[in-house]
């Protein structure tokens, strides 16, 4: 007992309170404005404080937590995707009960396994992911995180299960985001199997929701490359100037000043 409670009062010595107080912040910063806590040296902290034995029995939740806004930090603002990675493992080890932080999770890993071009292996993060936001009952996450899904299923060819999906996702109608990224995704689905008519119709569809220029970049592009395969660069040009005009993405502008 004497030393369980020497072990208790020395924890306590690493301020819990305090890093309680840091994840409340991070929390509070994501849920009203989604913005990412980017203070690194406090996180860095909560998590020196609170990784070990103890800390990872009793604050579980805070801890990975932690590991998951410092993933963030130097997945987005640091380019530091292996040290992401490693971050968001700590997370999926810790099991936060929350079930939209397990899928922010997954959805993470998924996101740089597709990055990567491993889509098999994003699939199953993404599935994870999928399955922890149904659980969450946020059909914003869910219906949202579908459009994460489908894309992978497309680049895999498991053009079935793309069609179940697709059917799912119609159901919901949520924001104009939710909107274009459903049309854009239909387009890609007709895009990867050269039905390039219905292609068109989607990608086109979907220029109607976007809120920016920017956004639109993508759809820009599969339509630029619908008309080269069909060649006719005339109906082309305009899209590639549009890209060259808007788009911030390196992979886009070269393959607009190509056209």
């Given at each position: 007992?004497?030393?369980?409670?020497?072990?208790?009062c020395?924890?306590?010595?690493?301020?819990?309170?305090?890093?309680?107080?840091?994840i409340?912040?991070?929390?509070s910063?994501?849920?009203?404005?989604?913005?990412?806590?980017?203070?690194?040296?406090?996180?860095?902290?909560?998590?020196?404080?609170?990784?070990?034995?103890?800390?990872?029995?009793?604050?579980?939740?805070?801890?990975g937590?932690?590991?998951?806004?410092?993933?963030?930090?130097?997945?987005?603002?640091?380019?530091?995707?292996?040290?992401?990675?490693?971050?968001?493992?700590?997370?999926?080890?810790?099991?936060?009960?929350?079930?939209?932080?397990?899928?922010?999770?997954?959805?993470?890993?998924?996101y740089?396994?597709?990055?990567?071009?491993?889509?098999?292996?994003?699939?199953?993060?993404?599935?994870?992911?999928?399955?922890d936001?149904?659980?969450s009952?946020?059909?914003?996450?869910?219906?949202?995180?579908?459009?994460?899904?489908?894309?992978?299923?497309?680049?895999?060819?498991?053009?079935t299960?793309?069609?179940?999906?697709?059917?799912?996702?119609?159901?919901?109608?949520?924001?104009?985001?939710?909107?274009?990224?459903?049309?854009?995704?239909?387009?890609l689905?007709?895009?990867?199997?050269?039905?390039?008519?219905?292609?068109?119709?989607?990608?086109?569809?979907?220029?109607?929701?976007?809120?920016?220029?920017?956004?639109?970049c993508?759809?820009?592009?599969?339509?630029?490359?619908?008309?080269?395969?069909?060649?006719?660069?005339?109906?082309?040009?305009p899209?590639?100037?549009?890209?060259?005009?808007?788009?911030?993405?390196?992979?886009?502008?070269?393959?607009?000043?190509?056209?």
């Amino acid at each position: 007992m004497v030393c369980v409670l020497g072990l208790v009062c020395g924890l306590s010595s690493c301020h819990w309170q305090e890093a309680k107080e840091v994840i409340i912040t991070a929390d509070s910063l994501y849920q009203a404005e989604y913005v990412i806590y980017d203070d690194t040296a406090a996180l860095g902290k909560a998590i020196r404080c609170l990784d070990n034995p103890f800390g990872r029995v009793l604050m579980s939740n805070t801890l990975g937590k932690a590991y998951y806004y410092m993933g963030r930090n130097l997945e987005d603002y640091h380019q530091q995707v292996a040290g992401a990675a490693k971050c968001y493992i700590e997370v999926d080890r810790l099991q936060i009960d929350d079930p939209i932080y397990r899928g922010r999770v997954n959805s993470c890993m998924g996101y740089i396994c597709a990055q990567n071009n491993n889509d098999s292996l994003a699939l199953i993060f993404y599935e994870r992911a999928s399955e922890d936001f149904k659980e969450s009952g946020n059909e914003w996450y869910y219906a949202h995180h579908l459009l994460n899904v489908i894309p992978c299923c497309i680049n895999l060819h498991l053009f079935t299960k793309t069609d179940s999906l697709l059917q799912i996702a119609q159901t919901y109608s949520l924001d104009s985001t939710y909107r274009a990224r459903y049309y854009e995704t239909q387009g890609l689905y007709f895009y990867e199997q050269q039905q390039y008519d219905s292609a068109l119709v989607y990608f086109n569809q979907g220029l109607n929701y976007w809120q920016s220029e920017e956004d639109k970049c993508f759809s820009y592009l599969k339509i630029m490359q619908i008309y080269l395969k069909i060649g006719d660069l005339t109906q082309a040009l305009p899209y590639s100037q549009l890209i060259i005009k808007n788009s911030n993405n390196p992979n886009y502008i070269s393959n607009a000043y190509f056209v």
